[in-house]
């Protein structure tokens, strides 16, 4: 971001968390995160983000709407409708304590899934675009190809052609209606009021109408690459269930519907970490090699397909 654009960020953040104060003893405004697709801020109990620059003003304030809309799921922002700063929109919610990386035994993995099956259950209350995981994978997919030559790339393009075309950004979605997160991860809880309240969803930028297998993908991956342990894996698979979630059957094998979106999660997040390789110019991690080995073995071993899917 800018300097301009991070100053005068700042300085937004600040009155909305003191508007009708001139001055304050909070301290500094701290930096949360500062990447192309968003630059995010916090003032005291305030948090400011700059959303990416091609971000549409109808889809985002229906977004917000919908955050708004859907008390103890999804974080409500302090504003409806976002405001212009230098070309980009902003947004500003309250700010709420993240995940702990530190103590990954004591992952909300409960708590996701029960949000996940809460959001999944409820009727959009406005009028929603596609929710935009499948974007996002093509996103990934254009920058590896747009990198320097890898020795993975290979692996990482060909499971990607294995996949549907809608999970490619290449066909419309699965007509389902359902409303979706569109990014679910660890790092889209927090609690609200911070350390005391209970967990919500954040990050609105990619909620839209889909599948809800997505939301189940990244978890899915993982589990499936042997990075996140069956333990967890089935605390949260469990408690989606309990809670109705309808990505899945309520009991038996839950594989022929999450086995398409978890490859193509797999796919993109391999995508991201090769070309992330590439920009630090070092080899692939551990982890980093487990995801692109998933994809090549994805292309001997045939997806399972839920009935009637989409191909």
Not at 199 to 220: E, M
């Amino acid at each position: 971001m800018t300097a301009p654009l991070l100053s005068d960020l700042a300085a937004r953040a600040r009155a909305a968390a003191h508007p009708h104060a001139d001055t304050c003893a909070c301290g500094a405004v701290v930096t949360l995160a500062d990447r192309v697709d968003a630059t995010v801020v916090r003032h005291a109990g305030t948090v400011a983000k700059a959303h990416a620059p091609d971000t549409d003003r109808a889809a985002l304030t229906a977004r917000l709407t919908t955050a708004a809309r859907i008390p103890g799921v999804l974080l409500p922002p302090l504003a409806p409708a976002p405001v212009p700063l230098h070309g980009r929109l902003v947004t500003f919610w309250p700010y709420g304590s993240p995940v702990d990386p530190g103590t990954p035994d004591a992952a909300p993995w409960e708590a996701a899934a029960t949000l996940l099956a809460r959001l999944h259950r409820t009727p959009p209350p406005v009028p929603l675009p596609p929710m935009r995981g499948p974007a996002k994978a093509a996103h990934a997919i254009a920058r590896l190809r747009a990198a320097a030559p890898h020795p993975a790339t290979t692996a990482v393009l060909h499971a990607w052609a294995t996949l549907p075309a809608w999970t490619r950004h290449e066909d419309a979605l699965p007509d389902t209606g359902t409303l979706c997160h569109g990014d679910l991860h660890l790092g889209q809880l927090v609690r609200q009021p911070a350390r005391t309240g209970p967990w919500l969803l954040i990050d609105v930028d990619d909620l839209g109408v889909g599948p809800a297998a997505w939301d189940l993908a990244r978890p899915a991956a993982w589990y499936a690459c042997g990075l996140l342990p069956a333990d967890a894996w089935t605390r949260f698979l469990t408690a989606y269930r309990a809670s109705g979630g309808p990505a899945v059957p309520p009991d038996g094998d839950p594989w022929p519907a999450l086995d398409v979106p978890a490859r193509a999660l797999t796919v993109q997040t391999a995508a991201r970490a090769v070309t992330k390789a590439l920009t630090a110019d070092r080899p692939l991690d551990e982890v980093e090699q487990c995801l692109v080995d998933a994809c090549a073995r994805m292309a001997s071993v045939p997806a399972q397909l839920p009935r009637n899917a989409a191909k």
